[in-house]
């Protein structure tokens, strides 16, 4: 399975991007997918994740009302949608993939629970 990120820049304080993360290769039949962030010397911090179905979705307290995750599976890809956006939203931003779910209404938040990423792309917001 393959990750391939893109849509991060640079974007003013209150802008928005959308990030996209296409996902190839023998993906299986359920899998979740989430959005993670990282800056220099932190670890790597879940920004939203969203089960096989869609029906369940995760952000974290500093995103949530700001950002939207989404999936398209017709088109294999997951969508972040920022907005809104603030200086300490400044990070890399990776997706990643988990695979062979029990069940299909079910997101993790760990990002040890994933077994495929994306290379990350990198989102800076200037004040």
């Known amino acids: 399975v393959q990750l391939q990120a893109f849509g991060g820049g640079l974007v003013q304080a209150g802008g928005s991007l959308r990030l996209s993360c296409v996902v190839s290769g023998r993906t299986g039949r359920t899998y979740a997918l989430g959005w993670f962030r990282q800056t220099p010397g932190r670890e790597r911090d879940v920004v939203a994740s969203?089960?096989?179905?869609?029906?369940?979705?995760f952000y974290s307290d500093s995103v949530k009302g700001r950002f939207t995750i989404s999936r398209s599976d017709a088109k294999n890809t997951v969508y972040l949608q920022m907005n809104s956006l603030k200086p300490e939203d400044t990070a890399v931003y990776y997706c990643a993939y988990k695979r062979s779910i029990y069940s299909r209404s079910a997101y993790f938040t760990r990002p040890e629970s994933y077994d495929f990423w994306g290379q990350g792309t990198q989102v800076t917001v200037s004040s």
């Open positions: 969203l089960s096989d179905n869609g029906s369940s979705t």
